[in-house]
């Protein structure tokens, strides 16, 4: 493996304020709607864990489920190629939908899922994201709610991973290459 070293972007406390808010949100623009938040597996699991809390202290009641797809694999580059892993349980139909991704890189991802979840026939499908890269992006998508816009790094922490680690880590870090 490349030598690299982190170097810490958000503290545990700056994403739980950003969290707050984005739940903020989500609460006032779903208000008496019966919403489902489906999360994407692995990345997402601590932020969606989080936000949903933060949305029910913020007063609204939902359901969740996840999706798991395919990712990046042991490298920090995609292939390219998105495959469904796990779909979701739950009938979407005719319901507002809350797609939750830990972060949108070239956009393939939430593409794909959000074109998967169509064919379910949900009333509505809004798209959350925690971390956004904008420089990134080859498929024409956006984030309905972002928590923060990041650069062209590799970031890791708060569910994020590299090569299966640093999940645990409450904070959030990029991870610097060093030339061998
Ligand atoms: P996209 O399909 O938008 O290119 O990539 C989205 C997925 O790639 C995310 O769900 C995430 O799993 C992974 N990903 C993209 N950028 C990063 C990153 O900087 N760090 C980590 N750990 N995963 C990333
Ligand atoms: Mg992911």
Redesign the pocket.
């Known amino acids: 493996m490349r030598k690299f070293s982190i170097v810490p972007m958000f503290t545990e406390m700056q994403i739980a304020q950003r969290v707050d808010q984005v739940a903020d949100d989500i609460a006032k623009d779903f208000k008496g709607q019966d919403l489902i938040m489906i999360g ?1 597996l692995t ?1 997402s699991f601590i932020f969606l864990a989080d936000l949903m809390r933060a949305i029910h202290a913020h007063g609204l009641i939902l359901q969740v489920d996840f999706m798991t797809v395919s ?2 694999g042991a490298a920090t580059e ?1 292939s390219g190629i ?1 495959k469904m892993l796990k779909d979701i349980h739950i009938n979407v139909r005719d319901r507002p939908v809350l797609l939750v ?10 593409q794909y899922t959000t074109t998967e979840l169509l064919k379910k026939g949900p009333s509505l499908i809004k798209t959350c994201v925690l971390l956004d ?1 904008p420089e990134r992006r080859i498929m024409p998508v956006h984030a309905d709610y972002v928590g923060f816009e990041v650069p062209d790094t ?3 922490g708060y569910g ?3 090569d299966g680690r640093y999940r645990e880590v409450p904070a959030i870090s990029r991870v610097e290459f060093h030339e061998e």
């Open positions: 994407l990345g990712s990046y995609s998105v991704d830990d972060i949108l890189d070239s956009g393939r991802t939430l890269k590799f970031v890791v994020l991973d590299y």
